[in-house]
């Protein structure tokens, strides 16, 4: 660490007066001595200069005077180890309760999911329960996972294979309608990761039951 003490004055004025490091007050005393020749030539700065005629002179005197001091160069006092210690505790507990934080929080991300897929799957149970033969729209069965408006759309956890015809139950994490597109997160956590949010339109998708229950992907009219 090196300090210098720098004292400039400009034309009698001091402008800097301080101590602290000597590259900084280097780089401040340029800039105050370039604002005083800017304005020697005010007004207009030095740009006044090429609509001048031939013979025009002017002058100004600036006084610079520049005082230094060396007032420390050497190693910085060594901190006391107990404020190293106490400082390095201090981090290590932020650490800890940021990770608890964490922890806590996918926590209750991951147990939002698995209500969410329950509360589906008591949707789509339902809708199986009817025992009715035949399609009916998925849309009629399920809602949103923030409003419990009808879905317009079932979110999962892989997209839907090109060309299926069936939806696996299993890979729907939720569900969301209209208005809640938008506000929605387009992923969802499990305790390992954070997982892309994939989605089907509702109007899509169909509960099939012929005995054996299945969600049917509709082709493309
Ligand atoms: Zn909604």
Partial sequence: MIKHRFVVRLNGQPVIDKEGNAYELFREAEGKITQQLWQAFMPGGWQNLRATPVGTKAASNINISVAWECTFNGRA??????????????????????????????????????????????QVDYAFSQGKTGTEPAAKYITCQH?????????????????????????????????????????????????????????KLEFFYDGVRQIAIKAKP
């Fill in 77 to 122: 006092p060594a901190r006391p180890k107990h404020v190293i210690a106490a400082e390095k505790a201090a981090q290590a507990a932020k650490g800890q309760a940021r990770r608890e934080r964490e922890a806590k929080w996918r926590a209750e991300a991951e147990q939002k999911v698995i209500n969410m897929r329950e509360r589906i799957k008591r």
């Fill in 147 to 203: 409003c419990d408006g009808p879905a317009a759309v079932v979110c999962l956890n892989q997209p839907v294979a090109r060309g299926a015809s069936v939806l696996d139950e299993d890979t729907i994490v939720g569900a969301l309608c209209a208005a809640h597109i938008q506000h929605s997160p387009y992923s969802y956590y499990t305790r390992y990761s954070r997982n892309d949010v994939f989605k089907v339109e509702c109007s």
